[in-house]
């Protein structure tokens, strides 16, 4: 990709520590933050500008004025959304993020109609969705960001529970980005060796149970949602994007015939390359996984009859 121009809209801590990811690795030539504050996303644009003094590359690093400076980018990043509040119902939460969803959308479509979408926004398979019936582009341009922070979170707490291998630990999850996602230990693995060989039955449970906990871990103690993990997840992928490197990252994707199900986007392994999805891999699923997948299909889908419901596809 010529010029490597990478977008983020919503300069929060999510998707600031991206941007900050993406310069100290030197994976793109210019990044562009976009957020509705105006002032956000050019103080910390400016910040993350003055430490590239020490990163690999001069990556420039800029806060669009209006939407229209995110024109010609490879790839874009959405992490713009509101959290989820006390008095809120889903339904409210769900018609506020996917307007939100639509406006960004719109601009992302008329400023940069070739770019690959990534989506972080939450709840992130619902959002991917509305992105997806937004743009009607080829469905390998649209990918959800979930499995590589949830992945990355099962690494973690199998690192706490063997002591060893951190950086050789290979997670798998599939599902939907919440409680229903579905970790894979059978084919996780630790420097090669497969994850069921080193820990018990009953730490696997624990690992699962933690990994499944990981995001509300740190709220308990944050006050605030995950932001570090978050945004490496999403510079890997941009990363891999931008340099064809074809890793298998379990991502949120519309299927389409896949596992059995059409017009569901939903966390299965992809092959990320230059086109975005290059290739969806489908694994050989037991009952109980099936069921399961079964569940979390299900949970997504609930969401987006909400929408349907509330009049926001027509």
């Known amino acids: 990709m010529v010029g490597r121009k990478v977008g983020i809209v919503g300069a929060g801590f999510v998707g600031a520590t991206a941007a900050y990811s993406l310069t100290m690795t030197g994976a793109c030539h210019e990044v562009v933050l976009y957020d ?13 500008g003055q430490s590239t003094s020490y990163a690999p590359k001069g990556t420039i690093v800029t806060a669009a004025e209006d939407a229209s400076d995110l024109k010609g980018c ?27 969803m639509k406006d960004v959308v719109g601009n992302i479509v008329k400023y940069s109609p070739n770019a690959i979408i990534l989506c972080v926004s939450n709840p992130l398979d619902i959002m991917t969705y509305v992105v997806h019936k937004m743009t009607g582009w080829d469905r390998s ?58 820990v018990t039955k009953e730490e696997m449970e624990g690992i699962i149970a933690r990994t499944k906990d990981g995001g509300a871990e740190i709220v308990k103690h944050l006050g605030t949602s995950a932001y570090y993990a978050p945004g490496r997840a999403i510079s890997v992928m941009v990363e891999a994007m931008l340099d064809d490197s074809r890793i298998v990252m379990p991502s949120s994707v519309m299927l389409d015939g896949e596992y059995g ?15 975005g999805v290059e290739e969806i891999i489908e694994l050989d699923l037991d009952e109980e996984t099936k069921a399961k997948f079964q569940v979390s299909v299900d949970s997504i889908q609930e969401g987006i009859d909400i929408l349907n419901e509330n009049g926001f596809f027509e």
């Not at 509705?36 to 993350?48: E, H, L």
């Not at 490879?74 to 939100?100: C, F, Q």
């Open 261 to 275: 199900y059409k017009d569901i986007t939903v966390g299965v392994p992809v092959v990320l390359g230059a086109k």
């Open 36 to 48: 509705i504050n105006a002032d956000v996303a050019k103080g910390k644009a400016i910040d993350i």
């Open 141 to 198: 341009r649209i990918i959800g960001m979930a499995g590589a922070l949830d992945g990355a979170r099962m690494a973690y707490q199998i690192n706490q529970t063997v002591g060893y291998g951190s950086g050789q630990i290979r997670a798998m999850l599939i599902g939907d980005h919440g409680s229903n996602m579905i970790p894979m230990p059978e084919i996780s693995a630790v420097g090669g060796v497969p994850l069921d060989q080193i």
């Open 74 to 100: 490879d790839i874009i990043v959405i992490t713009a959304g509101v959290p989820r509040r006390s008095e809120m119902t889903r339904a409210d939460l769900l018609m506020i993020n996917a307007k939100i």
